[in-house]
Nanobody, 128 residues
């Protein structure tokens, strides 16, 4: 069982930056591939970024590539999402998720159904 708690959301002006954190419980965090998703009002939840269990592989949605960076610190059981050059269309609730990678150090999980555990979400609002 893994519990995930996001933090770091808030209100920021367009062009600004935020760093989201996702703290995980348990001693097996380093076995999980992690991801960030977001859901805007009236829209479906969408993939944002993913990182392998080792941290050596990452993948981004085209809409955030070059602006967002996902990283992890396995010693701190935490995954991060650094968001720069924020746009109003980035406004959403951001969720982190954990996928039991089955022992893979390189697996990247891009789809909602691949994830086993989810956080409660943190609101990010970007004003124009």
């Amino acid at each position: 069982q893994v519990q995930l708690v996001e933090s770091g959301g808030g209100l920021v002006q367009a062009g600004g930056s935020l760093r989201l954190s996702c703290a995980a419980s348990g001693r097996t965090f380093s076995r999980y591939a992690m991801g960030w998703f977001r859901q805007a009002p009236g829209k479906e939840r969408e993939f944002v970024a993913a990182i392998s269990s080792s941290g050596g592989s990452t993948y981004y949605a085209d809409s955030v590539k070059g602006r967002f960076t996902i990283s992890r610190d396995n010693a701190k059981n935490t995954v991060y999402l650094q968001m720069n050059s924020l746009k109003p269309e980035d406004t959403a609730v951001y969720y982190c998720a954990a996928d039991n990678a089955g022992g893979s150090y390189t697996r990247l999980s891009l789809f909602i159904y691949e994830y086993d555990y989810w956080g409660q979400g943190t609101q990010v609002t970007v004003s124009s």
